[in-house]
């Protein structure tokens, strides 16, 4: 599927089923080659296309992209990415992520990043 099908696929349903869609094309990307490429090709778009594939992340776990969405122009994006990070970024990144991120958001990544168990030493510069 490329992703012009994907766009009119995903056009006529509502925001709820979109979503499930995104995270269902996200898992099927894990094995699909072409898939892959076609969130690639959304990730490179304007916003409603980066904001699927983001949505994606739920089901790819690609942390390379939600990283990359930490500093998307929009802050519905990087908001959303902030909610991904602890979800699907390895440590390296998510320690990344906390130098990256913007001020206003790193409270609520910390939050994330704490309720997903994330160990402690990582984020012990950043409590205060």
């Known amino acids: 599927m490329n992703k012009a099908q994907l766009l009119q696929e995903v056009e006529a349903l509502t925001f709820a089923q979109c979503s499930r869609r995104m995270v269902d094309f996200g898992r099927l990307s894990l094995t699909d080659p072409q898939l892959a490429q076609t969130l690639a090709d959304l990730a490179a778009g304007p916003f409603y296309e980066r904001f699927l594939a983001l949505q994606a992340c739920y089901g790819s776990r ?20 902030v909610k991904l990070v602890a979800l699907t970024c390895n440590q390296e990144q998510q320690q990344q992520a906390l130098q990256v991120v913007p001020r206003e958001l ?8 704490l309720h997903h168990d994330l160990q402690a030493p990582l984020m012990s510069s950043y409590i205060s």
């Open 62 to 81: 690609d942390g390379a992209l939600v990283f990359t969405s930490l500093s998307d122009p929009s802050a519905c994006m990087r908001r959303l990415a």
């Open 106 to 113: 790193r409270a609520s990544l910390i939050r994330s990043l």
